[in-house]
């Protein structure tokens, strides 16, 4: 009887074991002609033997089609090559790396998913073992024999390949149990052949022992038997789904996979995964999907440093398991960056290393989406103003030609969000004829403002004669503009981005879909009339956001759109790519001691209560102590009630009242809600304090009728926006006057607040000279900087 009780995830050993021991059972039963085989509910033919298995979550038979689905994967295999798991040196093994892999491996396990190992590192262990032993035992002998200076001139024999596996296999196995003890789980070894997946008895008894350790929780570790292991047949293997030799652990690792019935197969080397040219060359690129047939065009390069086969070997094996089944991913286990997390992270659906796919996306990947952005927006860039802002026009006048088409779009999209999603992100998402007029408005705007933007001179210098510099304005690149339930900014970024001639990348929000791909055709359409339709490009594919931020050789900014966790989560998922945009909208308003009675019921409610979703909504009011118990308080308090406006008091407030509202949690909160915190300050010095330490420079506001306290509160606020008697909701591009806004921003370097057509503007110089060159300006030189400021041309904007 079990004295011990290891559990995994919510599955205890026992209750894991019973179904082990009731197969057993009934497999003993059957075999003595007492049960029939109509008894047995759960049976799985593999080459018509008959076994009794667990049934999975996950029906087998048909590989992943997306990265997205490896999530639920159940049963994974996973091969560790000789580079992963060897040193440098090849003599030994990389402990620190192997010990990493052990614990991405059990914590997949005590997820309940069922694990399974075949590794490399035998031969390699073995060899560091039997090279000490002959040092060892020459150093004896050569110092009985011959004194100890001989010991420098030993030299080490060629140690063969067989010898050292055998002596490497117990260590290598001892090491791994080590490891695995530590998360308190048990593994067991299996050496296996060739011979051992021809031989049906042989066959049969290896998948009995693999179920069987499976069942009870037991990771299988498993390697060819490289002390005994004959040369492999030339030309043998991978005729056809059944047909696979094993002659080295690629081989082993995929036929394992498919016998097994596995869902994933991961192949960690020493490469990041296929490349479309040799790695390490200018052009190589990283192939995120590879699909059968896509190996045509790929030149396989040499072996790995330590492997018996090389990336070859690898495909072959992984578009084998794929057919039977498997979906495969190729990465690299070795980068000191990625290796501690590379495996969980392709379970997690990541973009990591080389996805295996039979099932090709209807579209370009967004790999080739941002190829296409980057060619498109150069063209663009290249067009006349004039030209530009034609096809804004045109853009704007489809939006209301168009119009029915565009609101029976977006009704199916609210129909399919209604009980999914809140009321305020309900209200975003629709659209209405008001809403595709007033953005056919500021499309025109933007069209009219765009006559000087691209190629607009700043600044003339004649450095010296004939010698002239010039700096002007050119789009940044490709941006990627991420957004959330909101379909009307679609046009109002494309218009911009066309403005600004840059190239641009979509990705809205899954509950805006049948909106955006309507508004996204009306943007190419319009596109189309000066034959840069390629420009602006909308994500369809299942790319998670964090993926797309990856992208920094096709992506120059990033540009979030939506909730303050949205923008976090891609602020903190950027890796190399700058991130326009803010995290949080806590925005203050101070009333201060001579504030108008008239004004500040009205801007308070206009501020909060008009659109509390907004990240340009009021959350914080600040109060003037001098203001507390007079009638002007008591108008706002009662408003916020008429308005249902929850009131959180801040703790100088809530020390002034008897019996107040709940105290906030928190002085740094963005409720986007009707909710609202009230705190009390002393003056305005005080204000301005409180903003700095708990704002989040975006918009703050000071009510007062006295001017010199009003220019003190406008200069010393460190925020993007600041304004005095005016409501909070004014922070906008399009009240600005933009057109529209890509967002606001709260950044300190190159564009802050609403952010419209300048703020997706970069520079560049322009040098013109006569053969000019740096040593002719030297102390010896024929000549002198001027460095002289020349006039300005002014374009034509008519």
């Known amino acids: 009887m079990l004295s011990r009780v290891y559990r995994s995830g919510s599955q205890s050993f026992t209750h894991r074991l019973l179904p082990w021991v009731q197969s057993t059972t009934l497999s003993r039963s059957w075999a003595a002609g007492r049960v029939q085989p109509s008894a047995i509910r759960h049976v799985r033919s593999w080459s018509n033997i008959p076994f009794i298995t667990v049934p999975l979550s996950r029906m087998h038979g048909k590989s992943f089609a997306h990265r997205s689905e490896l999530k639920h994967a159940k049963r994974i295999v996973v091969k560790l090559g000789s580079a992963v798991v060897t040193r440098g040196d090849e003599c030994g093994l990389a402990l620190g790396r192997l010990a990493s892999i052990v614990e991405q491996v059990s914590v997949l ?33 050569q110092a009985l024999h011959s004194g100890q200076n001989q010991l420098k001139e030993m030299a080490i024999p060629v140690l063969e390949a067989r010898a050292c596996a055998a002596a490497g296999q117990s260590g290598l196995m001892a090491l791994y149990e080590a490891m695995f003890t530590q998360y308190s789980i048990c593994a067991a070894q299996i050496l296996v052949t060739n011979l051992d997946f021809h031989d049906e008895q042989k066959r049969r008894n290896l998948n009995g022992t693999l179920h069987e350790l499976l069942r009870m929780n037991i990771v299988p570790i498993v390697n060819t038997n490289d002390a005994v292991v ?3 047949e030339p030309n043998s293997d991978l005729q056809g789904v059944n047909v696979i030799s094993v002659k080295d652990n690629d081989s082993l690792a995929a036929r394992l996979a498919v016998e097994m019935k596995t869902d994933l197969l991961i192949v960690l080397s020493d490469v990041e995964g296929l490349f479309d040219s040799p790695p390490g060359s200018d052009d190589a690129k990283l192939i995120d999907i590879f699909y059968p047939g896509d190996q045509q065009s790929v030149t396989f390069g040499t072996k790995s440093r330590v492997a018996m086969g090389g990336m070859e070997a690898k495909v072959k094996a992984a578009l084998w398991a794929l057919q ?91 129909e399919e969000a209604e009980g999914r999603l809140a009321a305020p992100l309900l209200k975003r998402l629709s659209l209405s004829t008001s809403k595709l007029n007033s953005l056919a408005i500021g499309l025109r705007q933007i069209a009219a403002s765009s006559q000087d933007s691209v190629g607009r001179v700043l600044r003339r210098t004649r450095i010296a004669k004939d010698l002239e510099l010039e700096q002007v304005t050119v789009p940044i690149g490709v941006l990627l503009v991420i957004f959330e339930s909101r379909p009307d900014c679609l046009p109002q970024v494309a218009a911009l981005a066309i403005a600004s001639g840059n190239g641009l990348l979509l990705k809205g929000g899954k509950e805006a879909s049948h909106s955006n791909r309507i ?69 203050h308003m101070y009333v201060d001691s001579e504030a108008s009675v008239d004004k500040v019921t009205r801007l308070v409610r206009d501020s909060k209560c008009e659109y509390p979703a907004a990240c340009n909504a009021l959350e914080t009011l600040l109060i003037h102590r001098d203001l507390l118990r007079t009638p002007l308080f008591d108008q706002i308090i009662d408003m916020l009630r008429v308005e249902q406006v929850k009131i959180h008091a801040g703790p100088k407030f809530a020390s002034y009242l008897t019996f107040s509202p709940s105290e906030v949690k928190s002085l740094r909160t963005e409720y986007g809600d009707l909710e609202l915190c009230i705190e009390v300050v002393d003056s305005v010095q005080e204000a301005i304090d409180h903003i700095h ?12 009728e006295n001017e010199k306290t009003a ?34 921003s709260t ?35 024929s000549l002198k900087y001027l460095h002289e400021s020349l006039p300005i041309p002014q374009r034509n904007t008519n």
């Open 109 to 141: 396990q005590n997820q309940g998913r069922e694990m399974m190992l075949v590794t490399s590192g035998a031969v390699a262990f073995g060899k560091q073992r039997l090279r000490h032993e002959i040092l060892l035992s020459q150093s004896v002998r």
């Open 230 to 232: 004959p040369p492999a």
């Open 324 to 414: 039977g089944g498997t979906s495969v991913v190729i990465a690299n286990g070795t980068h000191p960056k990625v290796s501690g997390h590379v495996i969980t992270d392709i379970v997690e659906g990541k973009k990591v290393g080389t996805f295996f796919s039979e099932v090709k996306p209807a579209g370009p990947t967004v790999e080739q989406q941002g190829e296409m952005a980057r060619s498109g927006g150069r063209l663009l860039a290249t067009l006349e103003p004039e030209q530009r802002a034609e096809i804004i026009h045109h853009l704007a006048d489809l939006l209301t030609d168009q119009r029915d088409e565009i609101l029976l779009a977006n009704k199916k999209d609210l």
């Open 519 to 587: 508004l996204h055709l009306l943007t190419q359409e319009a596109l189309s009339i000066h034959g840069v339709k390629e420009a602006v490009q909308l994500v369809n594919t299942r790319e998670e956001v964090e993926d797309l931020c990856r992208l920094d050789k096709m992506i120059d900014l990033i540009i979030p759109r939506g909730s303050s966790q949205l923008v976090r989560n891609i602020q903190k998922a950027a890796k190399g790519i700058p991130v326009m945009g803010h995290s949080e909208g806590i925005c």
């Open 693 to 704: 330490k708990y704002g989040s420079s975006h918009t703050d506001v000071i009510i007062t």
């Open 711 to 744: 220019e003190f509160f406008l200069q010393h606020v460190d925020s993007a926006c600041v304004f005095w008697n005016a409501s909070t909701r004014f922070s906008d591009g399009y009240r600005f006057g933009l057109g529209a806004e890509v967002g606001i």
């Open 747 to 781: 950044s300190r370097i190159h564009a802050r607040g609403p952010v419209g057509l300048e703020g997706l503007l970069t520079t560049k110089w322009l040098l013109r000279g006569q053969d000019h060159v740096v040593s002719d300006f030297s102390e010896h030189g």
